[in-house]
């Protein structure tokens, strides 16, 4: 029987849920984001889903410049794991940008961080900044 998945700690939601092509996503895409093992399944064929640790991957790595070690520390899993969900993010972005498909984020094996006080190590936690 394998391990259960560790859920990953991010830093805060992200400001907007939906991204595509000019006239793309709709308003009504722009849904409240739920907390669930799986990306939403009511999206339809020409969108794609990623999940909230994903996003964080991206954002730690790419936006603010951290290492794989540096985001596994601030989201609390081994860089082997970030390692995986960076690639799957990349893959992710790459197919909505080439194939001009809406990118819908939501979902995922998370928990939203407490801030610095509470043991998140991340020194730009977004949480921190919004108190």
Known sequence: MPRPCKRRRICAMPG????????GCSSSAETEITQSPEPETGTSSDSICMTLD??????????LGHTQAEAAVSMGVARTTVQAIYESARRKLAEAICLGRDLHIGGGNY?????RR???RCPHCRKEETE
């Open 111 to 115: 928990f939203l961080c407490e801030g």
């Open 54 to 63: 994903e996003y964080e991957t991206i954002r730690l790595m790419d936006f």
């Open 16 to 23: 907007t849920v939906c991204f595509g092509p000019r006239g």
């Open 118 to 120: 509470h043991g998140c």
